[in-house]
């Protein structure tokens, strides 16, 4: 099965900038849908972005016009750009992939901290 690595979380201030990065063990071209999820404490994890083989793409309302979702099959990597932080995007960010075969994988995620 595919493995997924997160990179690219840390602390920022209010207003910055990140850049997560989600590496695939393998080809991500069988992965019609590749996404972003986070999950912040006591809340339920919940969709962030997310990206098919086609382009197309989907955001939760409240990361519209600030976060950009992209993939690189060459690659095998899907990045998740991060502008005008908001310490209310504090999270656990994963990374996620679902298979044409709709076998779904996650990987082990990595903490995003945006300070006020």
């Known amino acids: 099965q595919v493995q997924l690595v997160e990179s690219g979380g840390g602390l920022v201030q209010a207003g910055d900038s990140l850049r997560l990065s989600c590496a695939a063990s393998?080809?991500?071209?069988?992965?019609?849908?590749m996404g972003w999820y986070r999950q912040a404490p006591g809340n339920e994890r919940e969709l962030v972005a997310t990206?098919?083989?086609?382009?197309?793409?989907n955001y939760a309302d409240s990361v519209k016009g600030r976060f950009t979702i992209s993939r690189d099959n060459a690659k095998s990597t899907v990045y998740l750009q991060m502008n005008s932080l908001k310490p209310e995007d504090t999270a656990v960010y994963y990374c996620?992939?679902?298979?044409?075969?709709?076998?779904?994988?996650w990987g082990q995620g990595t903490q995003v901290t945006v300070s006020s």
């Open positions: 990206i098919t083989n086609n382009g197309r793409t």
């Open positions: 996620y992939s679902k298979a044409y075969w709709a076998q779904e994988y």
């Open positions: 393998e080809s991500i071209f069988n992965y019609n849908v």
